[in-house]
């Protein structure tokens, strides 16, 4: 069994892109199976929830699985007075209200279980109930090493309380490494907000650009220092490496376009287990990550 003591320098890192496809998942399971290969102590948090991937990477046993749940109102008419205490409480649209018809539901898909309805109501009208959101999967891999998968039931509309979930139970570790969810919604902004610092995974094309340019944005406005990881590099133009160097982002890592690197990955291989190089790619990648971190951090 892995350790379960929290390590007093722990380092978090979420890798991510601005959608889904760039290289996100390859670059977190090579980085992951290349630092725990030397011994570090290191969780691997799959926080896709609506499609996890990670754990196809590796053999694994599940160790644990954990339901989460929401606890959400349930309005009882009988009891209702239709005062629209709750429906004013609500800061997420999620009580439709119509006090003229005497019509009153709580619309669970803006429902995010806050609970404040059921603290306004005086009426007594207002019961909550558990629903079940997704779970939470430890896969154990090695004494130093474990996968947290997050996964959310199907037409669950929020992946963001399953995630936090994946991420709370992955927190004792000497480095946390979070596979963000595409986008830069919601789900990503809870990821990264938690992370010491975050590798953007981009193509050198417009799509990538364009998408590049929102994760950094979004970034920027939460204060938490990012470097890039470029894939497929030799294909498209160079406007991503002009961007990078115009915002002074650092270039973490070109991975080069690879037919025999897609293969291998495609086929649910690490080119980081099957290749020494690319091992030590990945571990000079943190390196130059840890140093980026540093450098950041003294600019503060
Ligand atoms: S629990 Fe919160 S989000 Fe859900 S209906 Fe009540 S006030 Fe709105
Ligand atoms: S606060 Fe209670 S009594 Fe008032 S409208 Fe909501 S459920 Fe009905």
């Given at each position: 069994?892995?350790?379960?003591?929290?390590?007093?320098?722990?380092?978090?890192?979420?890798?991510?892109?601005?959608?889904?496809?760039?290289?996100?998942?390859?670059?977190?399971?090579?980085?992951?199976?290349?630092?725990?290969?030397?011994?570090?102590?290191?969780?691997?948090?799959?926080?896709?929830?609506?499609?996890?991937?990670?754990k196809?990477?590796?053999?694994?046993?599940?160790?644990?699985?954990?339901?989460?749940?929401?606890?959400?109102?349930?309005?009882?008419?009988?009891?209702?007075?239709?005062?629209?205490?709750?429906?004013?409480?609500?800061?997420?649209?999620?009580?439709?209200?119509?006090?003229?018809?005497?019509?009153?539901?709580?619309?669970?898909?803006?429902?995010?279980?806050?609970?404040?309805?059921?603290?306004?109501?005086?009426?007594?009208?207002?019961?909550?109930?558990?629903?079940?959101l997704?779970?939470?999967?430890?896969?154990?891999?090695?004494?130093?090493?474990?996968?947290?998968?997050?996964?959310?039931?199907?037409?669950?509309?929020?992946?963001?309380?399953?995630?936090?979930?994946?991420?709370?139970?992955?927190?004792e570790?000497?480095?946390?490494?979070?596979?963000?969810?595409?986008?830069?919604?919601?789900?990503?902004?809870?990821?990264?907000?938690?992370?010491?610092?975050?590798?953007?995974?981009?193509?050198p094309?417009?799509?990538?650009?364009?998408?590049?340019?929102?994760?950094?944005?979004?970034?920027?406005?939460?204060?938490?220092?990012?470097?890039?990881?470029?894939?497929?590099?030799?294909?498209?133009?160079?406007?991503?490496?002009?961007?990078?160097?115009?915002?002074?982002?650092?270039?973490?890592?070109?991975?080069?376009?690879?037919?025999?690197l897609?293969?291998?990955?495609?086929?649910?291989?690490?080119?980081?287990?099957?290749?020494?190089?690319?091992?030590?790619?990945?571990?000079?990648?943190?390196?130059?990550?840890?140093?980026?971190?540093?450098?950041?951090s003294?600019?503060?």
């Amino acid at each position: 069994m892995y350790k379960n003591t929290k390590p007093e320098n722990q380092f978090s890192i979420a890798v991510a892109s601005g959608k889904g496809g760039t290289g996100k998942t390859f670059v977190s399971v090579n980085l992951f199976h290349a630092l725990e290969q030397t011994g570090l102590n290191i969780h691997l948090v799959d926080c896709d929830a609506e499609a996890p991937n990670d754990k196809m990477f590796f053999e694994a046993r599940l160790s644990k699985q954990e339901e989460i749940f929401q606890q959400v109102p349930v309005i009882n008419l009988q009891a209702c007075t239709f005062c629209g205490r709750c429906y004013e409480y609500c800061h997420y649209n999620a009580i439709f209200f119509v006090p003229e018809l005497k019509k009153i539901s709580v619309l669970y898909d803006f429902c995010h279980g806050c609970g404040a309805c059921t603290y306004a109501c005086r009426d007594g009208a207002i019961t909550e109930r558990k629903d079940l959101l997704g779970e939470v999967n430890t896969y154990t891999l090695s004494k130093n090493s474990a996968l947290f998968e997050s996964r959310i039931k199907v037409g669950v509309h929020s992946s963001v309380p399953v995630l936090k979930a994946a991420i709370k139970a992955a927190r004792e570790a000497e480095i946390i490494l979070m596979d963000a969810p595409p986008g830069t919604s919601c789900p990503f902004i809870q990821t990264v907000a938690g992370a010491d610092y975050v590798v953007l995974v981009t193509e050198p094309t417009p799509f990538g650009l364009s998408d590049l340019k929102q994760s950094v944005d979004t970034l920027a406005s939460i204060g938490t220092p990012c470097g890039v990881v470029v894939n497929k590099a030799g294909l498209g133009d160079r406007e991503v490496y002009a961007y990078l160097e115009e915002k002074q982002i650092p270039l973490l890592m070109d991975i080069p376009f690879d037919k025999g690197l897609a293969a291998l990955y495609s086929g649910g291989k690490i080119p980081a287990r099957e290749d020494p190089l690319w091992k030590e790619g990945f571990i000079e990648l943190y390196r130059i990550i840890k140093e980026q971190y540093g450098n950041s951090s003294r600019q503060r």
